[in-house]
């Protein structure tokens, strides 16, 4: 099993950067695909991006596609998501997940996956 604890959300601007960070604990971190998600209240929770074992083989979405950058340190058993360019559309509380490499087939559905944080929240302000 794997526990997974995200940080550095808040409150920012229109147009703000801010980088997420998603510390693991409890298993071999490089044998886990990794991803985020987010949700906001009264809708599902949204795909925004994934990675495998190395940044050649990420996914996201058209909404995030060219502002968020998915990444991880495998020596530091953590995963990062850096958000460019924010909207208020982007708000939300984000999730880190996790599940095993070797049963990761569909990467944007939030139930292939077996491991979640607690959240952050993400606030962007206009």
């Known amino acids: 099993q794997v526990q997974l604890v995200e940080s550095g959300g808040g409150l920012v601007q229109v147009g703000d950067s801010l980088r997420l960070s998603c510390a693991a604990s409890?298993?071999?971190?490089?044998?886990?695909?990794m991803a985020w998600f987010r949700q906001t209240p009264g809708k599902e929770r949204e795909f925004v991006a994934a990675?495998?074992?190395?940044?050649?083989?990420?996914y996201y979405p058209d909404s995030v596609r060219g502002r968020f950058t998915i990444s991880r340190d495998n020596s530091k058993n953590t995963q990062y998501l850096q958000m460019n360019s924010l909207k208020p559309e982007d708000s939300a509380v984000y999730y880190c997940a996790a599940v095993s490499l070797t049963t990761w087939t569909t990467p944007a559905h939030a139930g292939q996956y077996h491991y979640w944080g607690q959240g952050t929240q993400v606030t962007v302000s206009s």
């Open positions: 409890g298993d071999t971190f490089s044998t886990y695909a």
């Open positions: 990675i495998g074992w190395s940044t050649g083989n990420s």
